[in-house]
């Protein structure tokens, strides 16, 4: 895995910002874009522009190709059993939303109990929030352990035969910290739920086995795995997804309409309401494409190392605090004594260092923290050391800054 070449394809990277070189650690939020991605889905707009799976013509076979071919790509990615068991949607916010409005609802009844975790993103807490007040179940919280891991003997108390629902994400946009999805998995099937899994982190990072981890629903999107926006994958066992009601209703998902019923298509299709991300899906496909040849174990052991190496480096800085557990992957979390980790980002974008700050889409998890906002830098495979060391002198070079300045 060489990086020099693997930059050399992120032409977004051979930039300045603000007067100096773009170091870019914010991968967590959004991944950027190699070139192959952005030229296919060039490509597609340029030469075969086409709705799919309506036309007969030359442009919309060749989109449909594109389209469904994705689909197997998805597949064969995630190791789901049939293509019918990938459906596309605009990202992991939706893919969670259809499990809660569709399988919640009409699974879920009063004393039943959803099982989540003080980590989640907010994605995963609020679709459960609204399926619990419609149908009277309980939203209940896995504790969390001093360094912010999940404990398996906490889940087997916390986890019931009441428990309907398990949703846990893999990998924690905060913390780094990789849940232990196949063991939860199997604790929430003893228990007679379904388990369902916000991937959103995890996918870009390291190979992921749907029929290994066991879970029943899993949830991505593109756009943090080099592709493009706008798209993400729901996958879910073809039992569940059979017997659930699709929550778009329109073109597309429809086999025939009546005047006063219709009938829906078969998988995945009924899922797939209006005109589908076309081009989303097919930029998706050139990114599994992508992240295939460079291989997902070289990209998970170099993500690793560079977390190791920056929660090493920052450590080093007095005032600064990490949080999560020191096994991490793909990002480090942390404040600076006396300085808002708003005017951190600040400072650190002056020197053309992109990281994030705020909540992170992770309120309950800020509160449980005890903090109200935090700084992140989060790394991916066109991240180096250098990035790092750039990082940490800048974060010196804040906290100078406003030590003189108070």
Same mark, same amino acid.
């Given at each position: 895995?060489d ?12 930039q ?12 967590a ?20 522009n086409?709705n ?19 689909r ?14 990938i ?8 893919a ?10 009409e ?5 039943d ?44 108390k916390?986890?019931t ?12 946009n905060?913390?780094?910290? +990789? ?22 982190q995890?996918?870009?990072h ?11 629903f ?7 795995m080099?592709?493009p ?12 997804l ?15 309409v ?11 299709w009924?899922?797939?309401?209006g005109?589908? +991300? ?19 174990d070289?990209?998970d ?27 991490r ?16 980002a ?6 053309? +260092?992109?990281?994030?700050?705020g909540?992170?889409?992770?309120q ?9 906002a ?7 495979l ?13 974060? +010196? ?10």
């Amino acid at each position: 895995m060489d990086i020099r070449d693997i930059r050399k394809q992120f032409p977004i990277l051979d930039q300045q910002v603000n007067g100096k070189k773009l170091v870019y650690l914010d991968s967590a939020a959004t991944s950027q874009k190699p070139i192959r991605v952005i030229e296919i889905l060039e490509k597609y707009y340029r030469e075969y522009n086409s709705n799919v799976h309506r036309g007969v013509h030359s442009l919309g076979t060749k989109a449909t190709d594109g389209y469904e071919g994705a689909r197997e790509k998805v597949r064969k990615f995630i190791n789901a059993k049939s293509t019918e068991e990938i459906i596309f949607t605009r990202g992991t916010t939706t893919a969670l939303n259809t499990v809660a409005m569709s399988y919640g609802r009409e699974n879920l009844t009063a004393g039943d109990e959803i099982v989540i975790t003080y980590m989640e993103h907010h994605s995963n807490i609020i679709p459960w929030q609204q399926v619990a007040k419609k149908t009277g179940a309980t939203l209940k919280y896995l504790p969390l352990q001093e360094d912010g891991s999940i404990s398996l003997e906490e889940a087997r108390k916390t986890i019931t035969s009441n428990t309907k629902i398990v949703s846990i994400m893999y990998i924690s946009n905060v913390l780094g910290v +990789i849940n232990p999805i196949k063991e939860l998995s199997k604790i929430a099937h003893e228990n007679g739920a379904i388990m369902v899994v916000d991937g959103a982190q995890a996918t870009p990072h390291m190979k992921v086995d749907v029929q290994d981890l066991d879970c029943d629903f899993f949830a991505f999107s593109a756009h943090k795995m080099c592709g493009p926006t706008g798209i993400g994958v729901l996958y879910g066992k073809k039992t569940h997804l059979e017997n659930m009601e699709p929550v778009e209703f329109g073109g597309e998902m429809i086999d025939f309409v009546q005047l006063q019923e219709s009938t829906w298509k078969e998988l995945p299709w009924k899922f797939e309401a209006g005109t589908p +991300i076309i081009a989303g899906a097919i930029g998706l496909g050139a990114a599994i494409d992508f992240l295939e040849e460079i291989g997902l174990d070289n990209i998970d052991a170099h993500d690793q190392k560079l977390a190791k190496y920056a929660s090493e480096r920052l450590s080093e800085i007095e005032g600064l605090t990490i949080y999560g557990p020191k096994e991490r992957t793909g990002l480090v979390t942390f404040t600076i004594d006396d300085v808002h980790p708003h005017d951190v980002a600040t400072v650190l974008d002056a020197d053309g +260092i992109a990281v994030r700050a705020g909540h992170h889409c992770a309120q309950p998890l800020m509160k449980w923290l005890k903090v109200s906002a935090t700084a992140r830098a989060s790394f991916y495979l066109y991240n180096t050391e250098e990035d790092i060391d750039l990082l940490v002198q800048g974060l +010196i070079k804040t906290k100078e800054y406003f030590s003189n300045v108070f």
